[in-house]
């Protein structure tokens, strides 16, 4: 699950990471009544601020969503340019992100820019600590032309992060040593809060040193482990639903595993892995995979149907394949299941079902004589072959 | 010979009075496999489906003395449940359980990795895996028995129902299997892809090894580098993800692609380059299997001796 800046900025704060004074606003009208107002932020003399679209996706400063701010006058303006337009971003895909909500902050004065991220590392099995000089640039770009400029060290759990693990990645950094006792409180309060929060990346970039020696972090990205999030109530309590697919959530309330692509033939099978391997198949074949759905182990009348209904929810799907390899749950349960959802959601796309494992025989007899349209499967491929035929066929 | 498991391995199931535990149970026995009981706590002293229940697994270890514990806890308590059973000795542990924290598996892997490094035989396998299986000897998983067949090809794979395509070919083909291993689709995980592969090397009825892999992280570039310079044994690969988009997650916690690395494409060259043989369809992973096997000079060259 991901938060946005201004709820990352709010923990930030209450785990002792300095970060620059803001609010969050979601019309230009109550930009101005602060303003006039003269609360918080707009009180003091800052001449200076930051008005940040708040959308789950990096990449905002080259998409045209941050504006600096020169005066207070001219912050109502940017919040207006910014609400209700669709940003896009190299992480949004091509439909971009609505804008709801805006951050407006205080200006700070930059004298260096840095770049620090902890994150659950896989390959270590620890918590690794990133960090870099080339503040403010994309980290894959720095890896990909500087290696050499990017510091990783992986945190042994059993200890903790230690002082000297703050000062080794201020060293690394350049800071002055007036600065090391900051910088590993701020590391060491960062560790805290991701293992607190149960987080999978904390990301500030820019982490800024101020032209008044003071480390204050300019932007927050945040990602939380979903496994975790019963132990979370605090951080599910953030959670946005705008900035989920609506298809994605109805999935997740019938306890279906569903993912939207952007292609036209649209999928359905037991296991994840499967599933990833069924869409690379009906890529083979000539098709476009529409999704990933993993429908889990049960596959019931019930879950079958919902499944359905959430695949024809996708206007470009032109046709579905149902790939399931009967395990545990027996292929003629669920051809009873995909026989009588076929009926009540009515298809209106081709559909071929691959069925295999136990009692795929009996379960392939019930789909053919069922009267339904559809095309039956043994094999993986040739099941593929058949919806990509089909969905041209029909064009 | 297999691998981990045979017919004498005996097993105890942790949650075994739950829905998941009591039903695999049940199922596992029926397969031939040595289950000596189970452990929910509050209910020792009782019987359930004809299985006597212990409080914790040190009293299980005590009576039965297994080899395995099989473990159905559901996620909140599935970390202690792995800690429990090592701490009483059980030497391998086969973790089913799906959705644990994935800082509950760090922290339990640190402590594994300590207990190992100060020479204690403990493995685990899992956690978010379908179990171990050596056909006709243990079935200890949730895994439909009927059909693997006894063979010469070992299994080793992050996924569950992607794993039985594959093994279903390889029975159909009557190439059969030694052992099958799912070592589970979580970031952070017990045995891996190379520990497997190093003990398939060494299990004399293996002739060949079927690697599943899937995007995200490199595992599976590790064991092919391994291959390369420690294994006799050819190497049939494949991983699942190819047209999966970078940044979401597939299912499985651990399929994901980041920052450029661990893409379908990428780790099939990394794999190729170590001489393992990737097949790009999963239709065809049994049959690659069984071209590989009749060819008379299948045996690669490790680089190293």
Known sequence: ?395 | MSILVDRSTRVIVQGITGKEGSYHATACREYGTRVLGGVTPGKGGTVHEGFPVWDSVRDAVDAVHPDVSLIFVPPAFAADAILEAADAGVELIVCITEGIPVQDMMRVRRILDIRHEEGETVRLIGPNCPGIITPDGAKIGIMPGYIHKRGKVGVVSRSGTLTYEAVWQLTQLGLGESTCVGIGGDPVRGLNFLDVLALFEKDPETEAIVMIGEIGGDDEERAAAFARAHMTKPVIGFIAGLTAPPGRRMGHAGAIVSGGKGSARDKMKALESYGIIVVDNPSIIGKTVAETLSKGDYRRVPTCH
């Open chain 1, 1 to 395: 699950m991901n938060i946005h800046e201004y709820q990352a900025k709010e923990l930030f704060r209450s785990y002792g990471v300095a970060v620059p004074s803001g609010v969050v606003v979601d019309s230009p009208e109550e930009a101005r009544r602060l303003i006039s107002e003269k609360s918080g932020i707009f009180s003091g003399s800052s001449a200076v601020y930051a008005v940040k679209a708040q959308i789950h996706a990096g990449g905002r400063g080259k998409a045209g969503g941050v504006k600096i701010a020169k005066s207070v006058s001219e912050i109502p303006g940017y919040v207006e340019a910014l609400l209700g337009k669709t940003l896009v971003t190299h992480q949004t895909g091509p439909e971009g992100r609505l804008v709801r909500k805006v951050w407006i902050e205080e200006g700070a004065q930059i004298a260096r820019e840095f770049y620090l991220s902890l994150v659950l590392d896989r390959s270590s099995r620890r918590i690794s600590i990133l960090a870099s000089t080339e503040g403010g640039m994309e980290i894959e770009e720095v890896s990909a032309a500087h290696p050499e400029k990017i510091l990783t060290l992986s945190v042994d759990p059993e200890m903790g992060c230690k002082s000297f693990v703050g000062r080794r990645v201020a060293s690394f950094l350049g800071l002055p040593i007036t600065l090391y006792g900051s910088f590993s409180t701020l590391l060491a309060n960062l560790y805290r809060f991701f293992l607190d929060t149960d987080c999978m990346m904390v990301e500030i970039n820019p982490l800024i040193q101020t032209g008044d020696g003071r480390l204050l972090a300019l932007d927050a990205k945040v990602s939380f482990d979903d496994n975790a999030l019963y132990r979370q109530e605090k951080i599910l309590a953030l959670r946005d639903l705008f900035e989920e697919n609506e298809l994605e959530i109805e999935a997740s309330k019938h306890r279906l595993n569903y993912v939207k692509l952007d292609g036209s033939i649209a999928c359905m099978v037991n296991g994840a892995g499967l599933a990833m391997a069924t869409m690379d198949v009906i890529a083979l074949a000539g098709g476009t995979p529409a999704n990933f759905l993993d429908v889990g182990g049960g596959a019931s009348k019930e879950t079958v149907e919902q499944a359905f209904r959430i695949l024809l929810g996708d206007p470009e799907v032109k046709g579905i394949f149902v790939n399931i390899f009967g395990g545990i749950v027996r292929c003629e349960r669920i051809a009873g299941g995909i026989i009588a959802a076929a009926k009540d959601v009515k298809l209106h796309v081709p559909l071929v079902v691959r069925l295999q494992g136990t009692n795929a025989k009996e379960g392939r007899e019930m789909l053919r004589e069922s009267g339904l349209d559809l095309q039956v499967a043994e094999e993986l491929f040739e099941g593929a072959q058949k919806i990509v035929q089909a969905v041209k066929g029909a064009k």
